[in-house]
């Protein structure tokens, strides 16, 4: 007899482009930091869809919010106006940056393209181009993202790339001085790079960037995709710096789950779009905006941004605790609810075994392991992560001091 999890990737192996490396499990349904698969077995999810789940799994508000929207209306065209995509522009623009302005998309790649699309226009008429960027950043997969982003592993095979993008390094702002050339339209940047590893900026770093473009006159541009709506404890990582940019992207938990990407411009670029400049057929939908208004309601009410900032410190003294016991963990880094552990060895087979044991993480940059959980983490799923963790530690070291004194014998 086959079982649930064979049928299914089988199904997957048949039909479905294997661009993807998946775990082999199949999951049937969640609830708050838990998710169970088609075995019955049950996880503690502290991956949360890759920061998307902020309020983690089937979250009662989000739910009736979906539930009443879809009653009524799931999709409205651009053509015409809705309610939700202008209460939910100014809730956003109101978080970031009075008179700011908002697009919206549906996923972090095209918030990223939208931002490369503005930058290009604004620099139009000065007759700049240029799109400098950080090595080790991750901005999506699109031709022009995959392009920004400082990876030749992402770009590998998909030349020749688009022209206009220029790398600087990280937290080094004498590089990024030395990329600019009078092309240069815009700065853009991750305030934590997630995928390169988990590596916050330095405070230094954003400020002299805001301070070096204003000088230049050159756009600076955030992608918060990933470390935005209240994944580090503010609303956006620029907001633990003091730094504003001229315009940023969000996606990923920007509706709760559901597919949404967003532009939110400063007043500065907030009219550079003009009607026939850009526009996407589900931008913006009013299913999509209820979502994100009940997304930003109950992280409000519930306190969400103050869990973030205290669960996140609670697991990473814990983290930090395991370090200081286990040799291969190396450093925990990160900020608020986006963590990283760096080890000095693949962190692969650590995500294996933590998922063995019911605990889903992350390896990131070969060598990091991840964690994103949702914001209503609770202190005892904290704990309790921390002590599959320590469990799997404590073999995986055990094994290592075993095979080290089995070399030494021979
Ligand atoms: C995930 C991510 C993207 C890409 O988002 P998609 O929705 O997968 O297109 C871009 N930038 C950052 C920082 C991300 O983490």
């Keep these: 007899m086959t079982s649930k999890t ?36 049950v996880y503690l999810d502290f991956i949360a869809g890759i920061a998307v789940l902020n309020l983690g799994h089937s979250h009662p508000r989000l739910l009736q919010a979906i539930n009443e929207q879809a009653g009524q209306l799931i999709h409205v065209s651009n053509l015409y106006y809705h309610e939700n995509q202008g209460l939910l522009a100014e809730a956003l623009a109101g978080l970031a ?65 688009p022209a206009g993008f220029v790398y600087a390094d990280f937290n080094n702002l004498d590089s990024v001085k030395s990329a600019i050339t009078d092309k240069t339209a815009a700065v853009l940047v991750e305030p934590v790079q997630g995928e390169g590893g988990v590596i916050p900026a330095d405070k230094d770093f954003l400020q002299g960037l805001r301070a070096l473009c204003d000088e230049k006159d050159i756009l600076l541009l955030f992608d918060e995709v990933q470390c935005g709506m209240g994944r580090t404890g503010e609303w956006f990582a620029f907001q633990n710096y003091g730094v504003l940019p001229d315009a940023f992207s969000l996606a990923k938990a920007l509706a709760g789950g559901l597919p949404m990407g967003a532009v939110i411009a400063a007043p500065k670029t907030a009219d550079v779009l003009q009607a026939g400049k850009h526009a996407s057929t589900f931008g913006g939908g009013p299913l999509a ?122």
Excluded at 375 to 401: F, Q, R, S, T, Y
Aim: aromatic fraction near 6%.
């Design 6 to 41: 064979e049928k299914v990737t089988a199904l997957f192996e048949q039909h479905v482009i294997p661009c993807y490396a998946r775990k082999p499990i199949v999951l049937t349904r969640g609830k708050g930091t838990k998710v169970w698969d088609a075995d019955g077995k």
């Design 289 to 410: 905006c209820a979502a994100s208004l009940a997304t930003i309601k109950v992280i409000q009410e519930e306190g969400l941004l103050q869990n973030a900032k205290d669960m996140g410190e609670k697991f990473r003294n814990g983290l930090q605790k395991l370090a200081d016991k286990y040799e291969h963990l190396k450093e925990v880094r990160g900020a608020g609810l986006m963590i990283g552990v760096v080890l000095d060895k693949p962190a692969k087979e650590l995500e294996a075994k933590l998922m063995e044991i019911g605990l889903l993480a992350l390896a990131t940059a070969e060598k990091v392991l991840r964690f994103l959980p949702p914001l209503n983490v609770k202190p005892a799923e904290i704990e309790e992560a921390l002590d599959m963790i320590d469990d799997v530690c404590a073999e995986w070291h055990g094994k290592a001091a075993d095979v080290a004194e089995m070399q030494k014998a021979e």
């Design 97 to 161: 940056f009075p008179g700011g302005k908002c697009f919206f998309c549906n996923s972090g790649a095209e918030a990223n393209e939208t931002l490369i699309k503005l930058a290009r226009l604004w620099g139009h008429e000065r007759k700049r181009y240029e799109v400098i960027t950080m090595r080790n950043s991750f901005h999506g997969r699109t031709l022009a993202t995959l392009t920004a982003t400082g990876q030749s592993k992402v770009q590998k095979g998909f030349e020749p790339l």
